[in-house]
């Protein structure tokens, strides 16, 4: 069974600043990977599918790259609402969506 | 607009039964995959369950496996989780979920409900 990996746990960011994000896999995923946002209370939101492409009304500033095993997600010049819980997910492996444990990306 | 509205969720004592139910509208139901995805309190997230456009593939997650069984209405738009034998563990905030681009739960999510949440313990 595929295990996803997030570094690190917590990210402290000054706002403006640029925050990146870490996923590894298990196994390959060839770009079968998501990156979703959750802000307390809220259920999670898609920013990112296919590793790399931005999900619709998703700001430029967030990226996804990456491919096979390693995967990163980059926010460029932190707002304020961007600090949230963030969540990968494969969909390439069996169980077919095995998410990392998140990230919380809190205000330094 | 795109909605799912899950319901059904409530306490029940360990060996328990529940029925969670998920109304879709707003999109062409019969077109997308559904998944079923909880989250403990406090926890992260974990894919619980899935089902084809048509409802001929299922896929159950090894840690409910025996116990939950998903199934959809295309008829009435409406994705449903039976839950038996519940135990503490399973103890979460249910999501119903669309999967992004079509027939297949291989997929990324890109709708969510609000939850509805479950809480066994006697």
């Known amino acids: 069974e595929i295990v996803m990996t997030q570094s690190p746990a917590t990210l402290s960011v000054s706002p403006g600043e640029r925050a990146t994000l870490s996923c590894r896999a298990s196994q390959s995923l060839d770009n079968n990977l998501a990156w979703y946002q959750q802000k307390p209370g809220q259920a999670p939101r898609l920013l990112i599918y296919?590793?790399?492409t931005r999900a619709t009304g998703i700001p430029a500033r967030f990226s996804g790259s990456g491919s096979g095993t390693e995967f990163t997600l980059t926010i460029s010049s932190l707002q304020s609402e961007d600090f949230a819980i963030y969540y990968c997910q494969q969909y390439n492996n069996w169980p077919p969506g095995t998410f990392g444990q998140g990230t919380k990306l809190e205000i330094k | 607009e795109e909605q799912l509205v899950e319901s059904g969720g409530g306490l029940v004592q360990p060996g328990g039964s529940l029925r969670l139910s998920c109304a879709a509208s707003g999109f062409t139901f019969t077109n997308y995959a559904m998944i079923w995805v909880r989250q403990g309190p406090g926890k992260g997230l974990e894919w619980v369950s899935g089902?084809?456009?048509?409802?001929?593939?299922?896929y159950i997650a090894d840690s409910v496996k025996g116990r939950f069984t998903i199934s959809r209405d295309n008829s009435r738009n409406t994705l449903d989780l039976q839950m038996n034998s519940l135990r503490a563990e399973d103890t979460a905030l249910y999501y119903c979920?669309?999967?992004?681009?079509?027939?297949?739960?291989?997929?990324?999510?890109?709708?969510w409900g609000h939850g509805t949440m479950v809480t066994v313990s006697s």
């Open positions: 979920a669309k999967a992004r681009g079509g027939g297949s739960v291989w997929d990324a999510v890109d709708l």
């Open positions: 089902i084809s456009y048509r409802g001929d593939n299922t």
């Open positions: 296919g590793a790399s």
